[in-house]
């Protein structure tokens, strides 16, 4: 806030606090006094709770809406049962409710002036109320005179509280706190206004004028960024492509969790069901909580082209008009906005000024203590090409801003994940980080997408080709995975516009990044140049071969600035096109605005770049594939790299424009290739850090499965050997897999199809099939038999009628598991057992059993030699001796899971393996078997520290008391857990939760969740 702004009001915010200083203590002392009964460490609504019939508070006497508080005032009770932090409004509302021997609610006492302690009450709230709505300049006398009625108000209230409660506010200490009001006020009078002052008694005003204006100036930028233009260099008119206009819908994923050290985009594997860009917060802030203080960062990872750039957009404006389709957007209260790139900002500070220049000059020094009490939204726009100065404010923030509420979204290019990751890691464990990625558009959304596009196209271009037509041509072709990238289809609306039926149902992104060029080129010749007399007189092949030379130039150039990882071209880069262009007789403005874009301008300093990534990638993979082809080379893609310098990961996405390349030349130019370039391309994708599967498959897309493109990748590809690595074929992948299975190695692979399964089948018998839940009956019924399977059946209570029991029984098994069976064990062998009569499940050698110890796995001897996960089931006695003695034969195990039910004596049972990581399952504990559960966790409990990796209690009753008595008596056993204590949702709360984690921490080491 400006300092005149201030001087003007000084007095005013000294009477503030006068008011908050003093009042809210003596509010306090009067509920104090009205709820002596309640103990110090009990919170009010507890108190309330437990109030006798006999009692004269106000809530007793009340019900319904009367007895609320609102979310915020219940969280602030429950967090301080002191009442220190309660403001004067909640102060009264708990008088009003939780004190003994106060007036009704409707009693006239609280409104009728006079000396009653009630209309004291009510005086200082109104008076509070007054200052804190309206701002008023005033007179020193004046402020004397305000601060004189407050003197009076509180002494009075103070002598009514003594006259209420005499028994527990004596009158020696009635004249302390009568001198302690007159020796504060005096201070007050006397002070000097400070800056913590003004934070404290007057934030929320000041917030109340502070977000609309950050809205403004956010909306007074999100102008120049609105519209998105990236077939400009072909139209030569800038398109006005309005992102809100055009947006309809983003696949996004997210990630299980991320490990602490090492980062792996396979091993981490992302959530496969979708989460639509309206969700996106609601996803973030269950997946990292809604603290009010601290970091939390997002990682919104994506291809070129896939719309991170549009979806910081959209989230700019929506949260500007308030008002939109992204849900809890309109929670944060200042959003922040920032190119990557930028050089100008190395800490907080610098990204408030250059952010909100207009709100720093009117709050000054006030603004970064203020955003301490916002919710605040940093959107960083392009990770990838991060300046220093960017990393260092990121660092800024992340490390030294714990006391404000911050989100961050910062988007990325794939390949700088793991660059993203150490930035993160080095910040400490503390930091709260989820990674989310950015598919692109759903193949039911791409139609409404073209619509769009067109629509504003036409707008623009005054182009006469009907809608209809375009996306006729359309549908078909964006149904492949390429065209989920919006940029794609941005690209192929513009095409199909110019050159109806030009793109086939078929057509590659090399292909529709070759007619794009061949398009920008035919342009020129034809239209944009022959408005110059020096080009007119040129024949219409000299243009053309003269526009071919330029672009050859322009590659190049392109390529040394990716080389440095910029888009913006450098000044001697501009030159040098500059001077071919009067070396070959072209306008040079024209020439320029072919392809590049003007980013700024000055009368000395222009600033050209590609008009997106992915294009100047295209034409650096051009440049590359003409040097191979030249006689002059180098003839080595690794050799053309090495010269420009730079990380092989600022190269990835160039490399699979090299690919595309290679496969669509001519037959006569691909003999002028050096041989093995395919292998050397593939082996320099894998160097560079591809690892995600899907990258692998937008390669072998990308040139049509060629045999020579699919036998590389086949070496290079991430093949899987679990439920959680097992390569997960859908319909948009099912043809690319029909392919490529074949050449990769044995490995796990989950069918999830509706479409050409059958197709499909044929493919899947040198692998392990995943079968589960949602594809158990399809996929029986059309594997050849025996297949070698691992099941996993998580819903299905399989009856002795169910036909799925005879499919299962055909089958081989190296995995199986019968969840349902572990979860609910019965005292009779489940029907599914029958099927492990069968040798054949057994001959492939089980790895991973799931389900109840019967009868029938105790005499078929689980294979001791390959058994390395097994999840058993125990409800019986007999069971329990069972169980000791299989366990002594089974030597490899890795991890053991076992489910005692109340059934089992404590006393039949033995310990446990100290060999491998052991969790333990206690399911239907009450308070009425607490006992029990205790000593069956200490019979179990590996003898070694008597440590578990993480116990389970599902479907327990017990409430905190129980959970307190569980773990106490767990603790004087010596019994110790490794990770996680797992309880049921539904049985305590947020609050409770807290307090019973830290008690596990401290009596087992272990966290406790719920």
């Not at 050997?721 to 043809?735: G, L, M, T």
Request: glycine share 4%.
């Amino acid at each position: 806030m400006a300092a005149s702004v201030l001087n003007s009001r000084d007095l005013h915010w000294k009477f503030i606090k006068a008011l908050d200083k003093k009042g809210r203590p003596i509010l306090r002392k009067v509920l104090y006094l009205g709820t002596i009964t309640k103990p110090d460490t009990t919170h009010l609504l507890d108190y309330l709770k437990d109030l006798p019939p006999e009692s004269s508070a106000n809530y007793v006497k009340v019900a319904g809406k009367y007895r609320r508080f609102n979310a915020t005032q219940s969280e602030t009770i429950r967090n301080d049962p002191s009442y220190e932090n309660f403001d004067i409004t909640l102060l009264v509302l708990c008088i009003l409710l939780a004190c003994e021997n106060v007036a009704e609610f409707q009693d006239s006492a609280w409104y009728t002036e006079g000396p009653e302690l009630e209309n004291c009450i009510y005086v200082i709230k109104r008076k509070r109320n007054d200052a804190m709505h309206q701002i008023v300049s005033m007179t020193h006398v004046q402020l004397m005179d305000k601060i004189s009625e407050l003197r009076e108000i509180f002494k009075q209230t103070l002598r009514e509280a003594h006259k209420r409660y005499p028994a527990h506010f004596t009158s020696t200490e009635l004249n302390v706190d009568i001198q302690d009001v007159d020796m504060m006020l005096d201070e007050i009078s006397n002070e000097i206004i400070s800056q913590e002052d003004l934070v404290t008694l007057c934030s929320r005003m000041l917030l109340y004028d502070l977000e609309p204006l950050c809205r403004r100036e956010l909306l007074g930028n999100y102008q120049s960024m609105k519209n998105i233009n990236p077939v400009s260099f072909i139209t030569g008119v800038i398109l006005k492509l309005d992102v809100s206009h055009i947006f309809t819908d983003m696949e996004i994923d997210h990630l299980h969790h991320r490990h602490q050290t090492a980062f792996d985009p396979i091993q981490e594997r992302w959530i496969s069901n979708i989460v639509s860009y309206r969700n996106f917060f609601v996803e973030v802030e269950r997946s990292l909580g809604t603290s009010h203080q601290g970091i939390r960062v997002v990682m919104l990872e994506g291809l070129a082209g896939a719309g991170k750039t549009t979806m910081i957009r959209l989230m700019v404006k929506q949260w500007c008009d308030i008002e939109g389709t992204i849900a809890i957007l309109d929670t944060y209260q200042v959003v922040l906005h920032v190119m990557a790139l930028s050089p100008s900002t190395q800490n907080f500070e610098d990204l408030i000024q250059c952010s909100l220049p207009d709100s720093f000059l009117k709050y000054r020094s006030l603004l970064k203590p203020l955003l301490t009490q916002c919710k605040v939204l940093i959107l960083v726009d392009g990770f990838d090409e991060a300046t220093a100065s960017m990393i260092q404010m990121l660092t800024d923030i992340i490390c030294h801003q714990e006391n404000h509420n911050i989100t961050i979204v910062c988007t990325s290019r794939p390949e700088r994940s793991e660059t993203f990751h150490g930035l993160v890691t080095s910040c400490g464990p503390h930091l709260k980080v989820i990674y989310t990625r950015i598919k692109g558009v759903p193949v039911n959304k791409r139609v409404e997408l073209i619509e769009k596009t067109h629509k504003q196209m036409k707008q623009e271009t005054g182009s006469g080709v009907d809608t209809k037509l375009v996306v006729q041509q359309l549908q078909d072709l964006v149904k492949s995975e390429h065209y989920r990238l919006p940029l794609n289809i941005t690209l192929a609306v513009y095409v199909c516009d110019q050159e109806p039926g030009i793109l086939k149902a078929n057509a590659t992104q090399t292909e529709l990044y070759t007619h794009t060029f061949r398009l920008s080129k035919l342009k020129l010749v034809k239209e944009r140049l022959i408005k110059y007399p020096e080009v007119l007189v040129m024949s219409e092949k000299q243009r053309y071969d003269r526009i071919e030379e330029w672009y050859n130039v322009m590659d190049r150039e392109q390529f040394l600035a990716l080389s440095k990882d910029k888009l913006i071209l450098p000044e001697d880069a501009i030159e040098r096109l500059r001077e071919k262009s009067r070396l070959l007789n072209l306008p040079e403005e024209e020439m320029l605005g072919t392809f590049l874009s003007l980013k700024s301008i000055t009368p000395k300093d222009p600033q050209y770049s590609a008009p997106h990534k992915g294009l100047q990638e295209f034409c650096s993979a051009r440049h590359v594939m003409r040097t191979l082809l030249s006689e002059k080379g180098p003839h080595s893609v690794r050799e053309i790299l090495r010269q420009a310098g730079g990380d092989l990961i600022r190269y990835q996405n160039m490399l699979n424009h090299v690919v595309g390349l290679i496969h669509h030349q001519p037959q006569q130019q691909l003999q002028r290739l050096p041989e093995k370039v395919v292998t050397e391309v593939i082996t320099l994708l894998a160097e560079s850090g591809v690892r995600n599967r899907e990258q692998w498959l937008d390669l072998i897309i990308e040139t049509n499965a060629s045999h020579s493109v699919l036998t590389e990748i086949g070496t290079q590809f991430k093949t899987g050997d679990d439920f959680r690595s097992a390569i997960e074929v859908n319909d948009s992948w099912v043809h690319t897999y029909i392919k490529l299975l074949p050449v990769l190695p044995t490995s796990w692979v989950n069918a999830q199809v509706s479409t050409h399964l059958q197709q499909l089948v044929p493919y899947l018998v040198n692998h392990t099939v995943v079968v589960d839940d949602d594809n158990i009956y399809d996929l029986l019924t059309h594997l050849p038999r025996p297949s070698r399977l691992a099941a996993t059946i998580n819903k299905r209570n399989i009856t002795c009628q169910d036909p799925v029991l005879t499919l299962l029984g055909n089958h081989k098994y190296t995995n199986l598991q019968l969840w349902h069976e572990f979860r609910h064990p019965c005292t009779t062998n489940p029907a599914t057992h029958h099927i492990l009569q069968k040798s054949s499940v057994w001959d492939e050698g089980l790895r991973g059993f799931s389900g109840q110890l019967s009868e029938v796995v105790r005499d078929r001897q689980l294979n001791s030699t390959t058994l390395t996960n097994l999840d058993l089931s125990v409800a019986s006695n007999d069971m329990a001796i069972d169980l000791t003695s299989l366990l002594h034969t089974l030597t490899h195990l890795k991890c053991l899971s076992i489910h005692v039910t109340v059934d089992v004596s404590p006393e039949i049972v033995t310990a446990l393996p100290n060999s491998c990581e052991v969790k333990l399952y206690l399911s239907d504990v009450s308070a009425d078997i607490t006992d029990w559960a205790v000593d069956m966790t200490t019979a179990l409990a590996p003898t070694t520290l008597h440590r578990y990796g993480m116990t389970h209690f599902p479907r327990s009753t017990l409430n905190q008391e129980g959970w307190t008595n569980l773990i106490t008596s767990l603790a004087k056993h010596k019994v110790r857990v490794k990770e996680v204590i797992y309880v049921p949702l539904e049985i305590i709360t947020d609050e409770q939760r807290r307090e019973l984690s830290q008690l596990t921490k401290t009596k087992l080491g272990a966290m406790l969740v719920r």
